[in-house]
Antibody, heavy 120, light 107 residues
Framework: EVQLLESGGGSVQPGGSLRLSCAASGFTFSSYGMSWVRQAPGKGLEWVSANSGSGETTYYADSVKGRFTISRDNSKNTLYLQMNSLRAEDTAVYYC?????????????WGQGTLVIVSS | EIVMTQSPATLSVSPGERATLSCRASQSVSSNLAWYHQKPGQAPRLLIYGASTRATGIPARFSGSASGTEFTLTISSLQSEDFAVYYCQQYNNWPQTFGQGTKVEIK
């Protein structure tokens, strides 16, 4: 059974940093791309970032490019999102999702999310 | 960036009735289109991928179709557990993009 468990959310001041983690199990982690998708309170889904199974290929939404970094440790079956220079508009629930393929594809499975609040 | 436009924003339907949701892409996404639904306080769940293929465990009352850049999700007979927000997503190009969602509510 595929399981994705996010952690690392919390409250941070504008300009601060957080690192989110997503622990994966139930599949061969290094064989699949992974994504981060966020949802601001009461709003829709926004794709944030993705990487390939090896982690060598990465993609970012313009809204986070230069501030967020996606990475993964395939030995630990864990996906990360390093978030720097946080802004109030980054406040959201952050979901990790498993892609259907090595570098892209639909988001087949989702974690339950971790809440990030950026506020002074 | 490909813009995905869903309509209507809200759909009021009685249990047992048919619901038809639309999603339009601003340019071709081939058949790389997925539908998800999301209930309050829960993560999204994949319903349809490849525009018309049901994901594992999804009931047959859910169906998807495509015509060019227009995509449709049909729920043939709404059950109580189907009242939720529905999102389309294109995964043909980076950045992947979602529609703004359609809320299906009880009439």
């Amino acid at each position: 059974e595929v399981q994705l468990l996010e952690s690392g959310g919390g409250s941070v001041q504008p300009g601060g940093s957080l690192r989110l983690s997503c622990a994966a199990s139930g599949f061969t982690f290094s064989s699949y791309g992974m994504s981060w998708v966020r949802q601001a309170p009461g709003k829709g889904l926004e794709w944030v970032s993705a990487n390939s199974g090896s982690g060598e290929t990465t993609y970012y939404a313009d809204s986070v490019k230069g501030r967020f970094t996606i990475s993964r440790d395939n030995s630990k079956n864990t996906l990360y999102l390093q978030m720097n220079s946080l802004r109030a508009e980054d406040t959201a629930v952050y979901y990790c999702a498993k892609a259907s393929g090595y570098s892209s594809g639909r988001s087949e499975y989702w974690g339950q999310g971790t809440l990030v609040i950026v506020s002074s | 960036e490909i813009v995905m436009t869903q309509s209507p924003a809200t759909l009021s339907v009685s249990p047992g009735e048919r619901a038809t949701l639309s999603c339009r892409a601003s340019q071709s996404v081939s058949s790389n289109l997925a539908w998800y639904h999301q209930k309050p306080g829960q993560a999204p769940r994949l319903l349809i991928y490849g525009a018309s293929t049901r994901a594992t465990g999804i009931p047959a009352r859910f169906s998807g179709s495509a015509s060019g850049t227009e995509f449709t999700l049909t729920i043939s007979s709404l059950q109580s557990e189907d009242f939720a927000v529905y999102y389309c997503q294109q995964y043909n190009n980076w950045p992947q993009t979602f529609g703004q969602g359609t809320k299906v509510e009880i009439k």
